[in-house]
């Protein structure tokens, strides 16, 4: 059995392929000394391109809560979006969602939620071309979501106070050749998402 942490593994994944990755830590291996007692963040990421592969993982004891995912993500160039989130259709996410919109395409709206929030701006949009990509990448990594976010993901300089496009699942895919068919098919879904907005 290895005793390599998970942020070791993609680390690693990241050499293999011959990309320069980030870790929120200098040190050689993979351990976050905690800046304070209350909240810990361990987070790797790396650029295919022109999109970002993020792996992220908090803990905060306080609240006891945890938020741990990763995605391939992207700018959009414009400011004037509502934060937006797209999930697969489902029973209970039908029932659970909030600020639920609609998009006016019945065949986006019968597969697809969209939720938003904000004053201003609308939602991003995506073609059904793109909802049929993104249940096709669903199909092999579970729970999904295409997520539009102002400052999202401030802890990376590139993304900070920029808002961001990506696609993104709840835990870190360890797998390399998972991972090489996650940042294939998610880049090609992110760029053709932004090409639309």
Not at 156 to 161: A, C, D, G, L, T
Request: a positive charge.
């Amino acid at each position: 059995m290895s005793d390599q942490s998970s942020g070791d593994i993609i680390v690693n994944y990241a050499k293999s392929r011959g990309y320069k990755y980030f870790t929120s830590t200098d040190a050689k291996q993979f351990v976050v000394a905690p800046v304070d007692r209350i909240s810990k963040k361990k987070i790797v990421y790396f650029k295919v391109n022109d999109i970002v592969f993020v792996a992220f993982d908090s803990y905060t004891v306080k609240a006891g809560s945890t938020n741990i995912f990763c995605g391939v993500y992207t700018t959009l160039d414009r400011n004037s979006y509502q934060d937006t989130y797209i999930i697969k259709r489902e029973f209970v996410t039908r029932l659970f969602t909030i600020n639920k919109v609609k998009t006016g395409n019945s065949y986006i709206d019968k597969k697809l939620i969209v939720s938003a929030s904000g004053k201003s701006g609308k939602p991003i949009g995506i073609r059904e071309r793109d909802a049929d990509m993104f249940l096709d990448i669903h199909r092999q990594f579970a729970p999904l979501k295409i997520r539009a976010y102002k400052d999202w993901l401030n802890d990376i300089k590139e993304f900070n106070s920029k808002f961001t496009l990506g696609l993104e699942i709840n835990r870190w895919i360890l797998d390399f050749k998972e991972l090489d068919s996650f940042i294939e098919k998610g880049s090609e879904l992110i760029k053709s998402i932004k090409k639309r907005n």
